[in-house]
């Protein structure tokens, strides 16, 4: 069954705007259906704080960029990985040469798991991660900011509406969303 929620609708760079309603449509499992009625596509994305972040102490950093662009947070939580999840979660990677330093580096320590929601969110997300390799990545990225190497690059966003999906569910169950 899908639960409706009537609110205000979201303004430039996703503010809220209440000159927009909006009828959102969300399925018990969390995942968010559509909006009608808003200007907007409202969209969800899987984000990680990667060990390197945590240990340096760019936690806050990170999640005030998050509120800057007006996206919200609606999951939320710290996790240790262990191999079997990481191997679930990187799958389309487990045969590349770069697979076990990013499995090493990816136990190092604790992650931080996060499901934020935003206009275009998951294109956006992206474009403030900036590109996967930080020497390359735009200045002012997080990636340019707070990433060692191509492997240890402080954050993950899942790249398109599909993989979004998969990830948000992979770490997260309907419990866990708000
Ligand atoms: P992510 O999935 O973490 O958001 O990063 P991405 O899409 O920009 O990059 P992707 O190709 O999906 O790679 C996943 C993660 O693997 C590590 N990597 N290492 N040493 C290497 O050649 C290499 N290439 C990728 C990075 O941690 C990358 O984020
Ligand atoms: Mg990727």
Redesign the pocket.
């Known amino acids: 069954m899908l639960s409706f929620k009537l609110g205000p609708g979201m303004g430039k760079k996703g503010r809220q705007n209440s000159r927009h309603m909006s009828l959102r449509l969300i399925q018990p499992s969390g995942t968010l259906v559509k909006i009608e009625g808003g200007p907007m596509t409202l969209e969800r994305t899987f984000a990680i704080v990667k060990p390197n972040a945590i240990k340096n102490g760019h936690v806050g950093e990170i999640i005030s960029a998050i509120e800057r662009e007006g996206f919200t947070i609606h999951g939320l939580r710290m996790a240790h990985l262990n191999k079997e999840l990481i191997k679930g979660f ?1 799958i389309e ?1 487990v045969q590349k040469k ?1 697979y076990p ?2 499995e090493e ?1 990816m136990l190092e320590g604790p992650v931080l798991l996060m499901v934020i929601e935003g206009e275009n969110v998951i294109a956006r997300w992206r474009e403030i ?1 900036g ?2 390799d930080p020497a390359k990545a735009a200045p002012g990225t997080l990636r340019r900011k707070f990433g060692d190497d ?4 402080a954050v ?2 899942s ?1 398109a509406p599909a993989t979004a999906e998969r990830e948000v569910h992979y770490f997260f169950s309907a419990f866990d969303l708000v």
């Open positions: 990187y990677h770069f330093e990013l580096f991660m590109v996967t191509l492997t240890r690059n993950h966003g790249d």
